[in-house]
């Protein structure tokens, strides 16, 4: 017999086995009351604690024996069952053990009027029922059991709920970590990349500084007159003098750029004063003269890449002993850049006639420096001007010469080319075109020159493909500088 409490709720009659109900483990709506199954075999005692629990509002159902039990369980959402033991067919252990396996959520609780030890310790391991109450009850007792098995019921349900909840939103969360993680990632090699391309860019607005730099130092000279390549000689020097003495890259670099430019406030000398030996000068060009580094520094000072290089421009007329100008500085006072642009620009300018009358060969020259060690600058500098004139150059080119009409589009000049008289043509890296080509090719045969151009070894080409030097150009790398 199984039956549904018509004193709660709509439903007065029991459902059909065959209908298509929910199931028990779904559990009732949220407005809907807690439905409450009681399995026992006798009439009397389902009449008993269907009276029980109609003032708790609970919906009741109540079924004859095990298998009614089941049957009603398939087809009605329940919240509690209560089972007697003993009843035929199907004991209380059997039945509560097929709840338990089939609707795990729903609260279990066993009653039974016998003290079988055996048979309560089948029903909590095989059943895992929540509460065991021996007939006659305590209504109390039951219905603290009843109301203890719905509150474990809505915790697990909830639990459930929470559970599932918090699998969704860490599934989400995944998703976002996952999407944020691509996003970070691509955002990455998008800063990488654009860092590459910054850093490639500010490499090469270097590079075209220093070109400039270059090329108006031979406008001076083309000004000043002079040795050919005077300017870019005593800028290789000073530099490779001050590695010698270790004074680092930047001081290297500033020294270099100062050698190019250590005459630039000259450019507005007379043309009588440009080639005039300073021991030939009147006094009123001397006082002109002593005043060029303060016009070199005023040139260089705007911009501020050059104003340690502007500070050398100043200084490299000054002596250790006092002597110098246009401050008269002493000793220490004196940064040891400025004393080997002094020693360097010595070197070379007795040798070109920009000292004396006589031009001196450059041991005459090194014996001068020498002479001025220990009063016109440190031992040391002198001493590293001297091993610097025995190094070997730090960068040997591996290259074969070529004439201007082998010249074909696509090769990089290695060394910078040229004129006569010192004139920047072309940088070293620059890239032939068919136009440049052309070009070189007219000016050699119109101003009548032979220039050597410089090959590098097809081995060096590799290497300055990796390096994205000339990636996309022939296997020859050219390097050009006038033929003597």
């Given at each position: 017999?199984?039956?549904?409490?018509?004193?709660?709720?709509?439903?007065?009659?029991?459902?059909?086995?065959?209908?298509?109900?929910?199931?028990?483990?779904?559990?009732?709506a949220e407005?809907a009351?807690?439905?409450?199954?009681?399995v026992?075999?006798e009439?009397?005692?389902?009449?008993?604690?269907?009276?029980?629990?109609?003032?708790?509002g609970?919906?009741?159902?109540?079924?004859?024996?095990?298998?009614?039990?089941?049957?009603l369980?398939?087809?009605?959402?329940?919240?509690?069952?209560?089972?007697?033991?003993?009843?035929?067919?199907?004991?209380?252990?059997?039945?509560?053990?097929?709840?338990?396996?089939?609707?795990?959520?729903?609260?279990?609780?066993?009653?039974?009027?016998?003290?079988?030890i055996?048979?309560?310790?089948?029903?909590?391991n095989?059943?895992?029922?929540?509460?065991?109450i021996?007939?006659?009850?305590?209504?109390?007792?039951?219905?603290?059991?009843?109301q203890?098995?719905?509150?474990?019921?809505?915790?697990?349900?909830?639990?459930?709920?929470?559970?599932?909840?918090?699998?969704?939103?860490?599934?989400?969360l995944?998703?976002?970590?996952?999407?944020?993680s691509?996003?970070?990632?691509?955002?990455?090699?998008?800063?990488?990349?654009?860092?590459?391309?910054?850093e490639?860019?500010?490499?090469?607005?270097?590079?075209?500084?220093?070109l400039s730099?270059?090329?108006?130092?031979?406008?001076?000279?083309l000004?000043?007159?002079?040795l050919a390549?005077?300017?870019?000689?005593?800028?290789?020097l000073a530099?490779?003098t001050?590695?010698r003495?270790?004074?680092?890259?930047?001081?290297?670099?500033?020294?270099?750029?100062?050698g190019?430019l250590?005459?630039i406030?000259k450019?507005?000398f007379p043309?009588?004063?440009?080639?005039?030996?300073?021991?030939?000068?009147?006094?009123?060009?001397?006082?002109?003269?002593?005043?060029?580094?303060?016009?070199?520094e005023a040139?260089?000072?705007?911009?501020?890449?050059?104003?340690?290089?502007?500070r050398?421009?100043?200084?490299?007329?000054?002596?250790?002993?006092?002597?110098g100008?246009?401050?008269?500085l002493t000793?220490e006072?004196?940064?040891?850049a400025a004393?080997i642009?002094?020693?360097v620009?010595d070197y070379?300018?007795?040798?070109?006639?920009?000292?004396s009358e006589?031009?001196?060969t450059?041991a005459?020259?090194?014996?001068l420096?020498?002479?001025?060690?220990?009063s016109?600058?440190?031992?040391?500098?002198?001493?590293?001007?001297?091993?610097?004139?025995?190094?070997?150059?730090?960068?040997?080119?591996q290259?074969?010469?070529?004439?201007?009409?082998?010249?074909?589009?696509?090769?990089?000049?290695?060394?910078?080319?040229?004129?006569?008289?010192g004139t920047?043509?072309?940088?070293a890296?620059?890239?032939?075109?068919a136009?440049?080509?052309?070009q070189?090719?007219?000016?050699?045969?119109?101003?009548?020159?032979r220039?050597?151009?410089?090959?590098?070894?097809?081995?060096?080409?590799?290497?300055?493909?990796?390096?994205?030097?000339a990636?996309a150009?022939?296997?020859?790398?050219?390097?050009?500088?006038r033929a003597?």
């Open positions: 017999m199984t039956s549904i409490d018509p004193s709660v709720g709509d439903t007065a009659t029991a459902p059909d086995s065959g209908a298509g109900v929910v199931g028990a483990e779904s559990g009732p407005s009351p807690p439905v409450i199954l009681f026992d075999d009439p009397s005692i389902l009449s008993s604690l269907r009276r029980l629990v109609r003032p708790q609970y919906r009741v159902l109540v079924a004859s024996g095990g298998a009614a039990g089941l049957e369980l398939a087809q009605e959402p329940v919240d509690v069952v209560v089972s007697d033991m003993r009843m035929p067919e199907m004991d209380g252990v059997a039945f509560l053990e097929q709840v338990r396996a089939r609707w795990p959520l729903i609260g279990r609780i066993l009653l039974t009027g016998y003290a079988d055996q048979s309560t310790v089948d029903a909590v095989r059943g895992q029922i929540q509460r065991h021996a007939k006659p009850w305590d209504d109390r007792d039951l219905l603290m059991a009843i203890d098995a719905l509150s474990r019921r809505q915790l697990e349900l909830e639990n459930r709920a929470l559970m599932s909840l918090t699998q969704a939103q860490n599934a989400e995944q998703t976002l970590n996952n999407d944020l691509r996003r970070v990632k691509a955002r990455t090699q998008e800063l990488e990349q654009v860092n590459g391309m910054l490639k860019s500010f490499h090469q607005l270097k590079d075209h500084f220093l730099i270059q090329v108006f130092s031979g406008l001076m000279e000004r000043v007159g002079g390549g005077y300017s870019r000689q005593v800028a290789d530099r490779r001050a590695r003495m270790g004074l680092g890259a930047k001081v290297e670099e500033d020294l270099h750029i100062a190019l250590h005459e406030g450019i507005g043309d009588a004063m440009l080639y005039k030996p300073l021991s030939l000068m009147t006094a009123d060009e001397q006082l002109q003269y002593r005043r060029h580094t303060l016009h070199g040139a260089l000072l705007p911009l501020a890449e050059l104003q340690p290089v502007a050398l421009v100043r200084s490299q007329h000054e002596r250790i002993d006092g002597k100008f246009p401050d008269g000793g006072a004196i940064p040891p004393q642009l002094a020693a620009s070379y300018a007795s040798q070109t006639g920009r000292l006589q031009r001196y450059p005459q020259a090194l014996s420096v020498r002479g001025g060690a220990g016109r600058y440190e031992a040391a500098v002198v001493e590293a001007l001297v091993q610097a004139l025995n190094d070997e150059p730090l960068d040997v080119p290259d074969r010469a070529i004439s201007a009409h082998d010249i074909e589009p696509g090769m990089v000049l290695a060394r910078d080319l040229l004129t006569p008289k920047l043509l072309l940088a890296g620059h890239v032939f075109d136009r440049l080509v052309r070189i090719r007219e000016f050699a045969g119109r101003e009548g020159i220039l050597a151009l410089f090959v590098k070894r097809p081995q060096d080409v590799t290497t300055g493909a990796a390096t994205g030097a990636s150009t022939p296997t020859a790398t050219v390097q050009a500088v003597p």
